[in-house]
């Protein structure tokens, strides 16, 4: 048997499973030497950028993650080469042997519900792990491959996402979930009109998947089709009165149009909704306190931004907008902080970069404003 290559994490094409990978060369794969999967994973998008939550739509979610660096100082083991083994390739090839030789061992009676709980918890290496093991065995499953699908893109993987969906649908057929799938994954590339156009095929498929009409809405809205968004974002609550995040979608909508009444009456429904929910989202939050920000109302603003942050501590741009409110409110040392926090958590945010150059030249920290700067203007170089 021809020895196997292992490539290196991002570069591996999951597609290879659905033509020829069996049994004795997933064997072979986990004999190989296995790199460690390092970088970066998926930061926040910008606020025009659709917001998910997990308990909304089943399965996926934009995960605000904070960047974690490579690993580089594991134990090392050897294995049956006499190669050198990291720790973690270690834990991972014990759990597939658990995985495929106990299936006794599975929390549910249903391993498809097992997989589905871990992707919606954003539990994603967990899923990954259940995923591939079974494949092993099922290498031509298009569930498993759509839920490796879902894995790779809300791991910020979206090209390895777009081609699972693709061969999902080759194995078993079109689906709104998996066009749902590669609207996202080309979302995420900033293909909108592809998106768009999977977005539409995922309704044309299922007119009742509410979370493919959110989706689409969000999209309109990125694009400023504002009244095209507010019909598929009220489309969404018609299927689904408790999506809480289209009745956010709503208020965006009519503040991008100008009409702020409308607007915070759509804001104030997402908070009140949001708020009997048992897992929460900062969004409809955040989204209703940067509106007041805006309007210098920053009292009525506080208490929702307090709100957001008690959430998710994690999400850059509430510091960023906490940052704004402070600067507003007199008190630049404390802006400065929250500025602070929010380029820790996303170096690559631009409006935090430059509002921190601004106080940091009115605290006379030259030299710090000018390194914020620096950094503001090579992330708009970068965009052009």
């Not at 009997?276 to 969004?283: V, Y």
């Not at 850059?316 to 400065?336: F, N, R, V």
């Amino acid at each position: 048997m021809q020895p196997l290559v292992y490539p290196t994490t991002r570069s591996f094409r999951w597609s290879s499973l659905v033509a020829n990978w069996t049994p004795r060369r997933w064997s072979a794969l986990i004999r190989a030497p296995m790199p460690l999967k390092t970088g970066t994973f998926l930061t926040s998008f910008d606020r025009l950028e659709p917001r998910v939550d997990p308990e909304e739509f089943g399965t996926y979610t934009f995960a605000n993650l904070r960047s974690r660096p490579a690993i580089t100082n594991w134990p090392r083991l050897h294995g049956s080469n006499g190669t050198p083994m990291s720790f973690r390739r270690f834990a991972i090839l014990s759990l597939l042997w658990i995985a495929t030789t106990s299936p006794a061992q599975v929390t549910s009676r249903d391993p498809n519900q097992d997989i589905q709980n871990l992707i919606a918890n954003q539990h994603f290496d967990a899923a990954e792990t259940i995923v591939v093991a079974r494949l092993i065995n099922e290498p031509h499953d298009a569930g498993l491959i759509t839920y490796l699908a879902e894995v790779r893109l809300n791991q910020g993987r979206a090209g390895e996402a777009s081609q699972l969906a693709a061969d999902a649908e080759q194995v078993g057929g079109a689906t709104a979930l998996r066009a749902q799938i590669a609207g996202l994954a080309e979302s995420e590339q900033g293909h909108l009109t592809r998106a768009e156009a999977q977005f539409r095929r995922a309704i044309a498929l299922d007119p009742k998947f509410a979370a493919a009409h959110y989706f689409l809405a969000r999209l309109l809205y990125t694009r400023n089709r504002f009244d095209e968004a507010i019909q598929e974002s009220k489309n969404t609550i018609s299927l689904s009165p408790d999506f809480v995040r289209a009745y956010e979608n709503l208020g965006l909508c009519y503040e991008g149009k100008d009409d702020s009444k409308q607007a915070e009456q759509w804001y104030r429904e997402a908070v009140r909704r949001n708020a009997d929910r048992a897992s929460k989202t900062e969004w409809p939050l955040l989204d209703f306190a940067t509106m007041l920000i805006r309007e210098d109302r920053i009292e009525e603003a506080r208490p929702y931004l307090d709100q957001a942050l008690a959430v998710n501590s994690a999400n850059p741009q509430s510091h960023l907008q906490m940052g704004i409110l402070l600067e507003k409110a007199g008190d630049p040392q404390a802006s400065l902080e929250q500025l602070r926090t929010a380029i820790k958590l996303d170096p690559k945010l631009a409006g935090a970069l430059y509002r921190a150059a601004r106080i940091c030249q009115k605290l006379g920290r030259v030299e710090d404003s000018q390194r914020y700067f620096d950094e503001y203007k090579k992330i708009l170089e970068n965009k052009e």
